[in-house]
């Protein structure tokens, strides 16, 4: 009965369709018959641990009753996944008889209605991915979950208070993009602003409306498309800084003008009335984009911004860029991450920049601009080289070229999946950024500048899919003299491109099933599931097991947990280019 049970669930949930395909069958067994996406206790291979249906294309129905209200499954069953299908309608209360549920990832689909009360009875849960959905209504309590590690809801219709969470647990928190109102609970810290975004109704510390009084005009509107949210709540700051700049340079104009004379290859912004100008053009015409933002530490260190300028490198793309250029030109915030925000900005030409803010880096000015400059002197192939630089005690900003064809994160975990992603571009994704990290590592071996924060977002692509690192050598402190701090940050490097690999064998996030990427696959090797560990598209495309094992086992290599066991990028960098090299043999004599 149950298993017949599991067979209704499944097709409902497929809309009937495909079901040939998926082997499944009301006659046979779910865990004998290996049916897809369903997987077993390895041991006893008699009960249901998962359902991993994510991008099946399913655009049926969550019946919670024929899944959750027969022992069969719910007795077992801890991780229910269905990220990235076309499923609609409303999730029942059933849910909650799934009492081992662990992980729930309803992400990327169609779901309505409000998230049933019920859900905060699931004390196993772990893992809550709701988001990119149409929930609308209140959101259930769920502080009572004591070991929920992940919860995020962005990009839904929920509105009314933000509930209380134990943020104390949270690793990851996001109820962006909602319409949510009131104030943000006190997360002590733990979440940034961009957890909260796009709600223009709430107000906090942290986000644009400090008070909810500063919402009226946001709330008048009915248009809350996201870009509206950001004009509004740009305006403020703006106008803050537009005073602020203001009354400086009415000061500044008492006094004996001073020149400041630029370094070489140097904008210096040295026109009062033409800066001046352009700031009022900036806020009148624009509304104040959230654009404006990277400039307000600026305005407030006033004599840093007179000893600091925009240091434009020799590049063609933004020959003769002045820093008034950036204060003119439209900008639309593309990130918020750990270490600042990311600007993209549309320059009079119609030539597209993105300006990375980094706040609170701890590095001398003279420090960051030898650095820079030494960057800047080497190049290779797939490195985003930085085409401008500006910095003061608080910021630093790095200027660097748009790149439209999004990153290896979008690609690999983006929900519109529209472009095939083969495993010959991974490999060949994963020998590239290997090359260019060798040779970055060489050249940078003796200054001890490592890239610092490698990870998927940083690496954009090329319209053939040919990687451009980004942000190479933007973290960290100058390691020169110390040897072993020196060696770990190459390391790190060399652990965070295992990662990497991981993601593109895998297709899956860092943080997924509750652990990190790099456990799951140790736990799954161990286990023998190999074949398990990699991405259904993978397989199903007919890429060579053989040689996906073989990537697999460098990836593992790297992230191995003591960093002298792991390999140098050289060595990374070999190990793949000899597998590279077999799957072009292989293209040659299947031809
Ligand atoms: N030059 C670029 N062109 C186009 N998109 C970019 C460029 N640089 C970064 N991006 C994308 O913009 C988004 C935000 O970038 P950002 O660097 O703020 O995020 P992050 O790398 O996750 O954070 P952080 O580097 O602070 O840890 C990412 O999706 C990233 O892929």
Request: hydrophobic share 40%.
């Amino acid at each position: 009965e149950g298993k017949r049970s599991l067979f209704n669930f499944l097709a409902k949930l497929s809309n009937n369709n495909g079901q040939l395909d998926l082997v499944w069958n009301s006659t046979s067994d779910p865990c004998m018959d290996h049916w897809r996406g369903v997987i077993c206790d390895i041991q006893t291979n008699n009960s249901v641990r998962k359902l991993d249906l994510n991008g099946f294309n399913f655009s049926g129905l969550f019946d919670a009753s024929s899944l959750c209200n027969v022992q069969y499954v719910a007795a077992s069953l801890t991780v229910i996944n269905l990220e990235g299908n076309n499923i609609g309608g409303e999730i029942s209360s059933e849910i909650a008889n799934c009492k081992q549920l662990a992980r729930l990832d309803l992400s990327g689909n169609h779901f309505s209605g409000s998230l049933p009360e019920s859900i905060s009875s699931l004390n196993n849960l772990t893992i809550l991915d709701i988001s990119n959905n149409n929930f609308s209504g209140f959101l259930p309590d769920l502080s009572l979950i004591s070991g929920l590690r992940v919860f995020l809801a962005q990009y839904n219709q929920f509105m009314g208070n933000v509930p209380p969470f134990d943020f104390s647990n949270l690793e990851q928190f996001n109820v962006s993009y909602n319409d949510f109102s009131g104030s943000i609970p006190v997360t002590k810290s733990r979440f940034t602003e961009s957890s909260f975004l796009g709600n223009p109704k709430l107000c906090g510390d942290q986000l644009p409306n400090k008070f909810p009084s500063a919402n009226i005009e946001a709330e008048e509107s009915n248009d809350d498309s996201k870009e509206q949210i950001l004009m509004y709540s740009g305006y403020a700051i703006v106008g803050l800084i537009f005073i602020a700049f203001l009354i400086y340079w009415l000061r500044k104009g008492k006094n004996k003008r001073e020149k400041v004379e630029a370094p070489n290859k140097v904008a210096s912004f040295d026109d009062t009335i033409s800066i001046s100008k352009s700031m009022a053009e900036s806020s009148e015409y624009r509304g104040g984009d959230s654009k404006s933002e990277f400039f307000a530490a600026s305005a407030a260190d006033q004599s840093a911004l007179v000893s600091s300028s925009l240091v434009v490198l020799t590049s063609p793309v933004v020959n003769g860029l002045k820093f008034e250029d950036l204060l003119r030109a439209p900008a639309e915030l593309l990130g918020r991450g750990k270490h600042g925000s990311l600007y993209k900005i549309t320059l009079e030409n119609g030539v597209l920049l993105v300006v990375k803010r980094i706040k609170d880096w701890e590095i001398s000015s003279s420090d960051f601009k030898l650095r820079m400059q030494r960057l800047h002197q080497v190049e290779h192939p797939n490195l985003l080289p930085a085409l401008a630089f500006y910095c003061n005690k608080e910021e630093k900003l790095l200027v660097y070229e748009y790149q439209r064809n999004g990153s290896l994160f979008r690609l690999l975990h983006g929900t519109r999946k529209e472009q095939k992603f083969d495993w010959t571009s991974r490999l060949f994704i994963a020998a590239g950024v290997a090359e260019a990290l060798t040779f970055m590592h060489q050249e940078f071996r003796d200054y001890g500048i490592a890239h610092g924060n490698l990870k998927s977002s940083n690496i954009l692509l090329n319209r053939n899919l040919e990687p451009y690192i980004s942000e190479y050598g933007l973290m960290g402190s100058d390691n020169r003299g110390s040897s072993s701090i020196t060696l770990n940050a190459f390391k790190a490097d060399v652990y965070a491109f295992g990662v990497i690999l991981l993601e593109l064998l895998t297709g899956k996030l860092v943080q997924n099933e509750g652990v990190d990427l790099a456990t799951w696959v140790y736990s799954a090797v161990r286990e023998e599931w190999t074949v398990e560990v990699f991405d259904r598209s993978l397989i199903s495309e007919g890429a060579s097991e053989g040689r996906m094992v073989n990537l697999l086992q460098v990836a593992v290599k790297c992230v191995n947990r003591s960093p002298e066991a792991r390999p140098s990028m050289n060595q990374a960098a070999v190990m793949i280019n000899a597998i590279k090299e077999e799957e072009e043999r292989s293209v040659i004599s299947e031809v």
